[in-house]
T-cell receptor, first 111, second 111 residues
Framework: GENVEQHPSTLSVQEGDSAVIKCTYS??????FPWYKQELGKRPQLIID?????GEKKDQRIAVTLNKTAKHFSLHITETQPEDSAVYFC??????????FGTGTSLTVIP | SQTIHQWPATLVQPVGSPLSLECTVE??????LYWYRQAAGRGLQLLFY??????ISSEVPQNLSASRPQDRQFILSSKKLLLSDSGFYLC??????????FGPGTRLTVL
C-alpha cells in the first residue's frame, strides 16, 4: 500500500517568515494530494489540495508543489502569522477511496 | 450544503465496557465514509472505510468493528474496550470527488 512520509515533525518560524513542509509518497498511482490543518482539539480542516495533472497551486499565502517524478509534494506558507500555528498533515490518495496520511508537522509561529 | 455529525463529543468508559460511536452525514447521498483514530499528539490512523451500505473495509486488525446500516450513517463499535482504545475518533466523508471532510470528533478516554 501507499506510504507517506512527512518532514519535519516540528517547525518553529518567526512571524513573517516562510514555512515549508515536505512529504514523499511511494505509490506512483497516487493522484490526489490534500493538506489539512488541525488546531488543538479540533478536526482537521482542508486548506489546499493538488491533483497529479498540476505542478503547483496557490491560494493567497499558501501554495503546494508536486513533483511526480520524485514522488514528493510540499506545502509553502509565506508571511506566517501566529494563527498559522497548528499541526499540518499531508495525504495521498491512489484510488479516491483511500487516503494515506503523513505523521504531521507541528508548526509554531513565534510573534 | 453538506454537514457531518458525530456523537457523543466526549466519552469516558471503563476498560471492558462496550462502545458505540455514531456518525451521520446530511445533504448528500452515497458518500464514502471513514473512521480514523488519533492518539494524543499523533497522526491519523485509518480504521475503516465504506463505499456503500453494508460494505466495510478494515485497515487495521483490532477489537473494533464498524457498520453502515443506512446510506448516511456509520457506526463504530467495540464489545470490550481496552486502555489503548483511548483517542480522538474522527469520522470523515467524501462526495466522490476525492476531497475528504472530517466530522467534529469524539474524544474517548478509557480508564
Amino acid at each position: 500500500g501507499e506510504n507517506v512520509e512527512q518532514h519535519p515533525s516540528t517547525l518553529s518560524v518567526q512571524e513573517g517568515d516562510s514555512a515549508v513542509i515536505k512529504c514523499t509518497y511511494s505509490d506512483s498511482a497516487s493522484n490526489y494530494f490534500p493538506w489539512y490543518k488541525q488546531e488543538l482539539g479540533k478536526r482537521p480542516q482542508l486548506i489546499i489540495d493538488i491533483r497529479s495533472n498540476v505542478g503547483e497551486k496557490k491560494d493567497q499565502r499558501i501554495a503546494v508543489t508536486l513533483n511526480k517524478t520524485a514522488k514528493h509534494f510540499s506545502l509553502h506558507i509565506t508571511e506566517t502569522q501566529p494563527e498559522d500555528s497548528a499541526v499540518y498533515f499531508c495525504a495521498a490518495s491512489p484510488t479516491g477511496n483511500q487516503f494515506y496520511f503523513g505523521t504531521g508537522t507541528s508548526l509554531t509561529v513565534i510573534p | 450544503s453538506q454537514t457531518i455529525h458525530q456523537w457523543p463529543a466526549t466519552l469516558v468508559q471503563p476498560v471492558g465496557s462496550p462502545l458505540s460511536l455514531e456518525c451521520t452525514v446530511e445533504g448528500t447521498s452515497n458518500p464514502n465514509l471513514y473512521w480514523y483514530r488519533q492518539a494524543a499528539g499523533r497522526g491519523l490512523q485509518l480504521l475503516f472505510y465504506s463505499i456503500g451500505i453494508g460494505q466495510i473495509s478494515s485497515e487495521v486488525p483490532q477489537n473494533l468493528s464498524a457498520s453502515r446500516p443506512q446510506d448516511r450513517q456509520f457506526i463504530l463499535s467495540s464489545k470490550k474496550l481496552l486502555l489503548s482504545d483511548s483517542g480522538f475518533y474522527l469520522c470523515a466523508w467524501t462526495p466522490g470527488t476525492d476531497t475528504q471532510y472530517f466530522g467534529p470528533g469524539t474524544r474517548l478516554t478509557v480508564l
